[in-house]
């Protein structure tokens, strides 16, 4: 069974930066895409971006491209997602997602992830 735990959230000013963990277990992740999406107050869940774990080609949201890096450690079955000039509106619960084999668009769509975390709640002050 998948499973999926986050963790590194916590509050930091407008400008910082906060590096977020997945750990991941429960199966071989050779065929697996990784993604972070995220839910702010009263909206949906977003992509934040995502990760092949093999050969590690990463997408970003267009919203965190040049300030949010996707990386992995395969010996350690860790996702990460590095968070810099962070931003107020980058506040959410953050969470880790991942699928087996090829998603569609990039793997935007949520509903295309079958396994989740808890989610870890980033908050950026102003």
């Known amino acids: 069974q998948v499973q999926l735990v986050e963790s590194g959230g916590g509050l930091v000013q407008a400008g910082g930066s906060l590096r977020l963990s997945c750990a991941a277990s429960?199966?071989?992740?050779?065929?697996?895409?990784m993604a972070w999406f995220r839910q702010g107050p009263g909206k949906e869940r977003e992509f934040v971006g995502i990760i092949r774990w093999i050969g590690g080609y990463t997408v970003y949201a267009d919203s965190v491209k040049g300030r949010f890096t996707i990386s992995r450690d395969s010996t350690k079955n860790m996702l990460y997602l590095q968070m810099n000039s962070l931003k107020p509106e980058d506040t959410a619960v953050y969470y880790c997602a991942t699928l087996f084999g090829s998603p569609t668009s990039y793997g935007r769509n949520p509903s295309e992830y079958p396994y989740w975390g808890q989610g870890t709640q980033v908050t950026v002050s102003s």
């Open positions: 429960g199966r071989t992740f050779s065929n697996a895409r």
